[in-house]
């Protein structure tokens, strides 16, 4: 507290007069001077107590986003029945795809927007898009509003994803970084395996597709009211200059005695940028292209590690094996709540570059036992086992690692003047990759088959091994400012 006392004295002299909550901007290297004079360092970790309600908050994004995903895959055919364009393929592919192209237009200035308003607005502005286009999707009477709807539901959850990253990487102590990342994979695949069983009742019931339109509301409304009681990022306050708001934060997520570690952590990194100045040009060459491309191939990898093209032929598989849909989805759904609530507590232990490798490791072995499954050399009762046992498998190994780890390592490599908007780029890329894989999945599989595709989607599993043993480093138990000047070259 004295160590508190005495660095809010300092400051006392720069507070605005006019209202208690402005402050003038400081600059950064009087600060650090600041800091310096300080006494008393941290002794022990930061409690995770303080930070996790405000995690838990964040997450309902990816919980919301998750169950926009899966919302259309029960509900597709009554749609198109209630909506007359049953049997328009094209038309029911645009209900399902357009939420990519909402998502890429999202995620593309999700960078901008996090640098812009801050994270809590953020995500505010998000669960609103969603609101908003649920709410017009569930009313609609024609195709046109179905698609405005599922276009807006998809902006917000292009800027879901990275601003959840960003916050709960920029708020969460280094000893609990990872294992709290790992909720919003959790939180992704609750919301998703929720909006599949809400859907079921949909092939009997007439107009029930709307109302999983309409319920989606509910968390998004939680997530807008939440925010206005979590903290803000104090990573941003710091580059907005507002280090005494910054402090307050930190005091909130950390405990006040970790306070001065953490700000001087950040004088190290931070001093004297600002994230207005940012150019597009400097994401793509020079010193900071190399966490770039990281992350890009990544995001790249897991796409073409065949996690589509599993979910898409789940429901045949299964129903070929005399499993009904509804249990093929409790499969599916435990399979991949399992491997992330396992990622979750190793996270931090075994740390992120151990869960890719063996993530990738294990799809890559269950890919050949669903390509062998499709083969010539098994049949009968014997190819069905591999293939439902590949199947699961797959989406259990993808939950370890591949499906968490690139959301939660991108922010923690990423510098953190370039962070937000260098998110935006890598997940805009993602969300091209994904809409490639679908777009290209089933020409493929005509041209190919079966056992072809899986062996290539095998073979990037195994490219992606090799990529993450040379180019992906440890950053387990490290504060973002410690990694930062680890892997970026000096000026």
Known sequence: MRARQTLCDAFSAYKEDTSPREYTIIDSDEYAALLQNVNGQATSSPSWKLSFPHILVATI???????????VNETLESISLDLYFSGDTMAEGLVVSIC??????????????ADGIGRRRAFQLCAFAMILGASISAATKHLGGMLFGRLLVGTGMGIAPPVASLYITEVSPPSVRGTFGSFIQIALCLGLTMSLFVGIPSRNTFGWW????????????????GMKFCVESPHWLYKQGRFVEAEAEFEKVLGGSHVKAALAELSKSDRGENT?????SELFHGRHFRVIFIGSILYALQQLSGI??????????????????????????IANLVGSII????????????????????????????????SSLVSGSLAMFLSVGGMLLFVLTFALGAGPVPGLLLPEILPGRIRAKAMAACLAFNWVMNFSVSLLF??????????VLYSVFATFSLVAVFFVKNNVVETKGKSLQEIEIALLPPE
């Not at 309409?214 to 807008?224: D, H, K, M, N, T």
């Not at 207005?276 to 597009?280: A, F, H, N, R």
């Not at 151990?354 to 993530?359: A, F, N, T």
Request: charged share 10%.
């Open 442 to 451: 089933l020409h493929l599989l005509e041209q190919f088959g079966t056992m």
């Open 210 to 225: 709307r109302f999983c339109f309409w319920i989606s509301i509910i968390p998004a409304a939680i997530l807008v009211l």
């Open 343 to 374: 990622a979750m507590i190793l996270m931090d232990r075994l740390g992120r570059k151990v869960l890719l490798l063996g993530s990738f490791l294990g799809m890559a072995f269950a890919m050949g036992i669903q390509a062998t499954a499709a």
């Open 276 to 280: 207005e100045g940012v150019k597009i």
């Open 308 to 333: 589509n093209a599993v979910f898409f032929f789940s429901s045949t598989v299964f129903k070929s094996a005399g499993v009904p849909s509804s249990s093929a989805t409790a499969c599916m759904g």
């Open 100 to 113: 990519m192209g909402g998502g890429f237009i999202g995620s593309l200035f999700s960078g901008w927007i």
């Open 61 to 71: 994004s990816s919980f919301v986003y998750g169950y926009h995903l899966g919302v």
